[in-house]
Nanobody, 124 residues
Framework: QVQLVESGGGLVQAGGSLRLSCAASGRTFSSDAMGWFRQAPGKEREFVAAISWSSDRIYYADSVKGRFTISRDNAKNTMYLQMNSLTPEDTAIYYC?????????????????WGQGTQVTVSS
């Protein structure tokens, strides 16, 4: 089993920044990809960013490209999401997830383990 715990969410004004962290524990020896997803009220969960084990492959949703940066530190079993130039449209619960394969993907169906989420609220 793998446990994922997100942190770093909060309330920020438009134009501000936040850095989310996702700490993994349990069966962490793996070469699986990891990703961030988000879900706004009344909307479906949507893909944000994904990263391969070695960080050589990274994929962003168009809506966050150029503003968000995904990274991971395998020695610390932690993944990060640096979010800059935040807008009210970024308000959502952000979830980290570990993929079931080494291939990065925007499909939530290819992610096996999920965290409980952290709330990000951007005020205008």
């Amino acid at each position: 089993q793998v446990q994922l715990v997100e942190s770093g969410g909060g309330l920020v004004q438009a134009g501000g920044s936040l850095r989310l962290s996702c700490a993994a524990s349990g069966r962490t020896f793996s070469s699986d990809a990891m990703g961030w997803f988000r879900q706004a009220p009344g909307k479906e969960r949507e893909f944000v960013a994904a990263i391969s084990w070695s960080s050589d492959r990274i994929y962003y949703a168009d809506s966050v490209k150029g503003r968000f940066t995904i990274s991971r530190d395998n020695a610390k079993n932690t993944m990060y999401l640096q979010m800059n130039s935040l807008t009210p449209e970024d308000t959502a619960i952000y979830y980290c997830a570990r993929g079931s394969t080494k291939y990065i993907s925007g499909s939530p169906d290819l992610y096996e383990y999920w965290g409980q989420g952290t709330q990000v609220t951007v005020s205008s």
